[in-house]
């Protein structure tokens, strides 16, 4: 029973891990139709500014909540108005500079802080469930996650800026009739993707520890989950999660951890053939 | 017995959503026919011909060329039993010349060497673009790019040709030529053929199926259809309407 | 097709390998010789995702896959049956089969663009995963350890068919993979004008077209992408000869990048323009590692992005156009700029 709870909250640890790795390449895809190849990077300088900002002395949560979203979001800004803003409407093109993009940004990060790993200790201690071990700090990435998920909901069902995206991304045509200016809503919401990233790369940095090159293990699964997904933002991300990370958590315990992660990448495969438009293309039509 | 028609539906309906967009149409054309579709825009026309070209499968009823269901078949095997298609918004290898273009068309179903004859024959004859064999067609004016699909289509030699607008945004004289190379195709393929222009339709049409809101509403003579009150109200209305308006 | 096949580039290249043959062994040693090989080896590669897709409009950004398939299949088969005439032809096989598999999974679920890039990468991940977790004695083929991350070392030289003990030295390994890559290029220079190439271009043009012309798409891009796969395959086999060892990082993704920055640098759509690509980028990497100051990352993202941006086209379509002086794409019509918005791959009526 206690061996069913501890699979169950690895299960739920997994989702929202990948909730969490995958909403900002989701918010940029399905508002944008952009694929950001660099949003493996993106997570790997949240990790890197939570560091580095802890080691300058700045509590821990106030690195990982506060400085690595805005530090990303920053440079989501700049690459937004540098890169992708040239782009619109170039999908392959996109993902090609992008590409480029997360090859510029390991290069320059390991320049900068070297190419070794580097790492902060989890913040939290232990919670026994009966006689297993189970790290506090996953009830927190859970949080994380839920709050991520209904900070979006709202900003998107109620806010004006929510409207106005939606708009957008229905008729950029139409928004600028109304007297909005697609490209700051695009803007925008490349830095909350941005920034997005930033947080997840912050939250995930003292579990996963942080290199330079550990982008290319975000990505793959992002761009997956957000494929799967389909083009609606929320529905789509926590749904492919859902089913991907199941998928991995079931196998990793039943074999190893990589054939957990050879079964999260088969899921997606099937996942894709049967329904090539992504989750969301077949069902939950229309919701955001 | 006779021959079966050369396309029959039986109460063909689709719907995307809550949309009805073709709904219980029964339609025949005989062989070497020449109809024209008309209804106003929405009508369900283009639909029609996205069921019939195998685009868009049915959600019910059933599609027949020359007696056998469409039903399942790929695009590219519908093509196969002889229909082709010049679609309202031209659909060209754009970066491939005109030459090119037509030649693929004919290459599919004969040799080599006879794509070659055909293909300088609609080019020189049949379409008259010996000027621009060797232009790619991204450079071609629409009204031009509307006669190289023209010559695509016809270099098929399909038994059937559905023609999506093949006059929208000629002027006078062009729609004069369109006209006749309408009515020379027909001498060897069966043709539908959706328009708004009346005068055009009356130069090159027999019968005349109108179509509203998915459904067909009359199908009859030219004449007969251009009397109908419920064609009048439904198109020719709106239609004399706005000439009304832009006349004053 | 229209009579007058341009033959000046399989030419030029009958001539630049033969006289690579003839003229390198001559003046540079056998280290300098070997550089130059993996040279000519990495082009292959290059080639074979410059026709499917420059020419078959297929980007998979998995396909390092194939390539490492013919490295790993070629390892396995030289050490398991000693003559390795049977192995060269195998690395061709296995990944033009697995492309077959993969391929008829992709077009004939319809599978294109973002979904297929998805997919494809999806699947590399997959074999670096597995490739990299089978250390230990029990992940064996034959007498073959794969050796997990470690990879497999010691692969053997090819040898001449038939003579088992008569195997390549390095001046002959060089002179082999550039007739090959000579061959290669000949070849799919000859398909891309046959009427079959003519077909694959013109699906990559408007698919939609091609099929209401009769065309079967989905078969079209499968024998595609399988070619491109034994091609991959076979300069895998050469990669393979050449380092004498092969590992798991002929999977990675970092591998699949390398081969669409070629691509994308020289040109896609052109064959010439990803060999050009290759060396360029090539002879880039080790300069900046003989330097050792510069992140060879830093450099090549810098590069992708410039390229994308401003040279969207790639070198060799670029030069080509500046050469004969022509200027962008213009309309024959005045009338034509309000109606020049016509989607490349407009739908039926749309």
Not at chain 1, 101 to 128: M, R
Request: net charge positive; with cysteine; glycine share 12%.
């Amino acid at each position: 029973m206690d061996y069913l709870i501890a699979i169950g909250l690895e299960v739920v640890s997994g989702i929202a891990s990948l909730v969490l790795i995958s909403i900002g390449l989701a918010v940029v895809f399905g508002m944008m139709k952009v694929i950001n190849l660099a949003h493996g990077e993106f997570l790997m300088m949240g990790g890197y500014a939570t560091i580095a900002a802890s080691k300058a002395g700045i509590n821990i949560w106030i690195a990982i909540l506060v400085i690595a979203p805005l530090v990303v979001g920053l440079v989501g800004l700049v690459v937004e108005r540098l890169v992708i803003r040239h782009l619109y409407g170039r999908v392959i093109d996109t993902m090609l500079a992008t590409w480029g993009l997360s090859l510029l940004f390991i290069g320059l990060v390991t320049t900068v802080f070297g190419n070794t790993t580097s790492g902060i200790s989890s913040p939290l201690g232990a919670v026994n469930i009966g006689p297993i071990g189970f790290s506090a700090y996953k009830f927190f990435i859970v949080a994380v996650a839920v709050a991520v998920i209904v900070t979006l909901y709202l900003l998107f069902k109620l806010s004006r800026f929510g409207l106005i995206a939606r708009a957008t991304m229905q008729n950029a045509d139409m928004s600028a009739a109304l007297g909005v200016d697609p490209a700051r809503v695009y803007a925008a919401t490349f830095a909350i993707g941005s920034a997005l990233a930033g947080l997840a790369g912050g939250v995930l940095a003292p579990v996963t520890g942080v290199v330079p090159s550990i982008g290319a293990a975000f990505v793959a699964k992002a761009f997956i989950t957000v494929i799967g997904g389909g083009s609606a933002v929320l529905v789509g991300t926590l749904s492919a999660s859902g089913i991907f990370a199941t998928v991995n958590q079931l196998a990793s315990f039943a074999t190893t951890p990589v054939i957990g992660e050879v079964a999260l990448l088969g899921a997606a495969i099937i996942l894709l053939r049967l329904f090539p438009r992504g989750i969301t293309g077949r069902f939950f039509k229309g919701r955001i | 017995m006779m021959n079966p028609p050369l396309v029959e539906t039986r109460e063909l309906s689709v719907h995307f959503g809550g949309l009805q967009a073709v709904n219980n149409v029964n339609f025949s054309l005989r062989d070497g026919e020449l109809r024209c579709l008309i209804g106003p825009n929405g009508a369900g026309k283009t639909t029609f011909f996205r069921l019939l070209t195998g685009v868009h499968a049915p959600t019910s009823g059933t599609v027949a060329v020359n007696g056998r269901s469409i039903a399942g078949l790929q695009t590219h095997q519908i093509a196969r039993l002889g229909v082709g298609i010049k679609t309202q918004i031209p659909s060209l290898f754009d970066n491939l010349s005109v030459r090119e273009n037509i030649w693929l068309s004919a290459r599919r179903n004969h040799s080599r060497a006879a794509a070659n004859r055909i293909a300088d024959s609609v080019i020189m004859d049949e379409v008259g673009l010996g000027e621009y064999a060797n232009t790619e067609t991204a450079k071609l004016s629409h009204g031009l790019r509307q006669w190289v699909e023209l010559g695509v289509v016809i270099a098929q030699r399909p038994k059937l040709i559905l023609l999506d607008e093949p006059a929208a945004g000629m002027t006078g004289h062009d729609m004069e030529k369109t006209a006749e190379l309408i009515k020379r195709i027909n001498r060897t393929s069966a043709m539908i053929v959706v328009e708004h222009d009346m005068e055009f339709i009356k130069r090159i049409a027999k019968t005349v199926t109108v179509f509203n809101r998915g459904e067909v509403l009359v199908e009859s003579d030219v004449d007969t259809v251009l009397a109908d009150e419920r064609v009048r109200e439904v198109y020719l209305g709106k239609q004399t309407g706005r000439q009304h308006d832009t006349g004053a | 097709m229209n009579g007058s096949r341009n033959y000046w580039p399989i030419a030029a290249a009958v001539i630049a390998a033969l006289s690579a043959i003839i003229v390198l062994p001559v003046i540079y040693d056998e280290y300098a010789l070997l550089q130059l090989t993996i040279y000519a080896i990495l082009s292959v590669l290059a080639l074979s995702l410059a026709f499917i897709w420059g020419y078959g409009g297929i980007l998979s950004f998995g396909h390092a896959v194939f390539f490492g398939l013919g490295a790993y299949t070629y390892a396995i088969g030289a050490m398991n049956f000693g003559e390795t005439t049977i192995a060269l032809l195998l690395s061709m096989v296995i990944p033009a089969l697995f492309a077959a598999a993969l391929g008829y999974f992709l077009f004939y679920g319809r599978i294109s663009d973002v979904y297929l890039g998805a997919i494809t990468l999806t699947v590399t991940l997959i074999f670096f995963d597995l490739a990299s977790s089978t250390s230990g004695p029990q992940y064996r083929i034959g007498q073959v350890a794969l050796g997990g991350f470690n990879g497999i070392p010691s692969i053997p030289q090819l040898n001449v068919p038939g003579f088992p003990d008569w195997t390549l030295s390095t001046t002959e390994l060089f002179i082999l993979s550039v007739a090959i890559l000579a061959l290669v290029y000949i070849s799919l220079r000859l398909l891309i004008s046959s009427d079959f190439g003519r077909v694959v271009i013109a699906i990559k043009e408007n698919e939609v077209r091609a099929e209401l012309l009769g065309y079967d798409a989905r078969k079209y891009k499968l024998v595609t992408f399988v070619i491109g796969g034994a091609i991959a395959g076979l300069a895998g086999c050469l990669f393979a000869n050449w380092g004498g060892f092969t590992s798991p990082a002929v999977f990675a993704l970092g591998q699949s990048v390398q081969i669409i920055i070629w691509m994308v640098v020289g040109g896609v759509g052109t064959l010439a323009g990803p060999v050009i690509g290759c060396v360029l980028m090539q002879w880039l990497t080790s300069s900046l590692a003989s330097f050792g100051t510069v992140n060879n990352n830093l450099v090549l993202g810098g590069i992708l992005v410039i390229v994308v941006l401003l040279l969207p086209q790639g070198l060799v379509p670029t030069i080509a156009r500046l050469a004969r002086g022509r200027r962008p794409v213009q309309r024959l019509d005045a009338t034509a700029g309000a109606l020049g918005a016509t989607p490349a791959k407009s739908e039926v009526g749309a």
